[in-house]
Nanobody, 112 residues
Framework: QVQLVESGGGLVQAGGSLRLSCAAS????????MSWYRQAPGKQREWVAT???????LYQASVKGRFTISRDNAKNTLYLQMNSLKPEDTAVYYC??????WGQGTQVTVSS
């Protein structure tokens, strides 16, 4: 069992930056790939980015070049650096550890 706790969300103006963190605890030896997902009001949860346990990264097209996913295995922490934020990035952001461990989410609101 892996427990995940996100932090770092907030309100920011368009063009601004935020860094999300996700602290992992529990059976962390079992963690492989880690990902960020997001869910905007009235929409389904969508995948944002993934980092494997060998530091390979994948991004959704709409965030590529603006967001950077990374992990610090020594600190058992996942990060999402978000730059050049847009109002359409407004959502609750969730941390995921494969295959099916989820955090409680952190709200990101981008004002125009």
């Amino acid at each position: 069992q892996v427990q995940l706790v996100e932090s770092g969300g907030g309100l920011v103006q368009a063009g601004g930056s935020l860094r999300l963190s996700c602290a992992a605890s529990g059976s962390i030896f079992s963690i492989g790939a880690m990902s960020w997902y997001r869910q905007a009001p009235g929409k389904q949860r969508e995948w944002v980015a993934t980092v494997t346990n060998t530091a390979n990264t994948l991004y959704q097209a709409s965030v590529k070049g603006r967001f950077t996913i990374s992990r610090d295995n020594a600190k058992n922490t996942l990060y999402l650096q978000m730059n050049s934020l847009k109002p359409e990035d407004t959502a609750v952001y969730y941390c995921n550890a494969a295959p099916n461990s989820w955090g409680q989410g952190t709200q990101v609101t981008v004002s125009s």
